[in-house]
């Protein structure tokens, strides 16, 4: 089943951070893509995988710097919680809290693992226009999260990469030159004169 809002303008959303600060999430308007993943719970095996899955794709992976991704993690645990996740596990991306389900809600994320977990593994891949691409929902495979932003980047990359080619590819193309018809030329002057002695002749 498709998710709702993929192939819609993704949702802005503004949450405390894990520094106490309001960090508010425009997707587009940094011109970069994003990847916006809701998870369990801060602490957790699975989940403090994940996170630390994103944060060396942020450091090591050439495909994730070269495009500027911006990662995004938010989960219902409160802010002392996800500052102790985010300094425990040196976190270098905002981690959020949606402690009331505003971020799930505007995102259509519901539980996960049949109920048992609050929020469901479920990961974003938004456009550098704002547009959601596609959505992964597995909140038992944590380590399927970072394969799918990198596969969605790869992909991502090549289109802007061809939609930027095209332009260029038009602007070389030589302008074909319209033929004119050949005018005949009309009699010279001197044509005239020799033509009027040979009348009079």
């Given at each position: 089943?498709?998710?709702?809002?993929?192939?819609?303008?993704?949702?802005?959303?503004?949450?405390?951070?894990?520094?106490?600060?309001?960090?508010?999430?425009?997707?587009?308007?940094?011109?970069?893509?994003?990847?916006?993943?809701?998870?369990?719970?801060s602490?957790?095996?699975?989940?403090?995988?994940?996170?630390?899955?994103?944060?060396?794709?942020?450091?090591?992976?050439e495909?994730?710097?070269?495009?500027?991704?911006?990662?995004?993690?938010?989960?219902?645990?409160?802010?002392?919680?996800?500052?102790?996740?985010?300094?425990?596990?040196?976190?270098t991306?905002p981690?959020?809290?949606?402690?009331?389900?505003?971020?799930?809600?505007?995102?259509?994320?519901?539980?996960?693992?049949?109920g048992?977990?609050?929020?469901?593994?479920?990961?974003?891949?938004?456009?550098?226009?704002?547009?959601?691409?596609?959505?992964?929902?597995?909140?038992?495979?944590?380590?399927?999260?970072?394969?799918?932003?990198?596969?969605?980047?790869?992909?991502?990359?090549?289109?802007?990469?061809k939609?930027?080619?095209?332009?260029?590819?038009?602007?070389?193309?030589?302008?074909?030159?319209?033929?004119?018809?050949?005018?005949?030329?009309?009699?010279?002057?001197?044509?005239?004169?020799?033509?009027?002695?040979?009348?009079?002749?």
């Amino acid at each position: 089943m498709v998710h709702p809002l993929v192939g819609k303008p993704a949702p802005s959303i503004s949450l405390p951070a894990a520094d106490g600060e309001t960090y508010t999430l425009t997707p587009g308007a940094k011109g970069v893509p994003v990847a916006l993943f809701f998870y369990p719970k801060s602490g957790s095996y699975g989940c403090t995988k994940e996170a630390c899955q994103f944060r060396d794709a942020l450091a090591d992976n050439e495909l994730f710097k070269r495009t500027k991704v911006e990662i995004v993690g938010v989960s219902t645990d409160a802010v002392d919680k996800q500052k102790a996740f985010v300094d425990k596990q040196k976190l270098t991306y905002p981690v959020l809290s949606d402690a009331k389900g505003e971020a799930r809600k505007a995102y259509h994320v519901g539980k996960g693992l049949f109920g048992l977990a609050e929020t469901a593994r479920t990961t974003f891949v938004i456009d550098s226009q704002g547009t959601v691409k596609d959505v992964l929902d597995t909140t038992v495979n944590y380590g399927a999260h970072v394969k799918f932003v990198s596969k969605w980047l790869d992909k991502l990359e090549a289109e802007e990469k061809k939609a930027a080619e095209a332009p260029a590819a038009a602007e070389e193309i030589p302008a074909v030159a319209t033929p004119t018809a050949a005018v005949p030329e009309g009699p010279t002057t001197a044509e005239l004169g020799r033509a009027a002695e040979a009348v009079q002749a």
